[in-house]
């Protein structure tokens, strides 16, 4: 699982790169902070399992910027709709994106 977090993460982040300039301080910030967020609490839950109480705050924090991140894709979805009135070239999420969050 941390490997999925992370390597979408990643995608997020090299996608995020093409996000319009408008929304570098508020779109772009969010969501690569949330994705980042989900793998890095997987990786603390893991060094917690001794622990079970940590391991699964950890795990549920996880599950909480997992949550988050979709939010923040399914903005960037409706900023790309828009923005392809004007660029059609964009696509910068991908449904993709959307269903490995929800999952």
Avoid at 33 to 61: C, H, L, Q, W
């Amino acid at each position: 699982m941390y490997r999925l977090a992370f390597k979408l993460a990643m995608e997020i982040f090299h996608e995020s790169k093409r996000f319009p300039r408008e929304e570098k301080f508020s779109l772009t910030d969010q969501i690569r902070r949330a994705s980042r967020s989900v793998a890095t609490n997987i990786g603390e839950g893991y060094r917690k399992k001794r622990y079970p109480k940590m391991f699964v705050s950890k795990m549920a924090d996880a599950d909480r910027e997992g949550t988050e991140t979709q939010v923040w894709l399914e903005f960037a979805e409706v900023v790309d709709t828009s923005q392809k009135s004007v660029n059609r070239n964009s696509g910068w999420v991908t449904k993709k994106s959307v269903v490995c969050w929800a999952a």
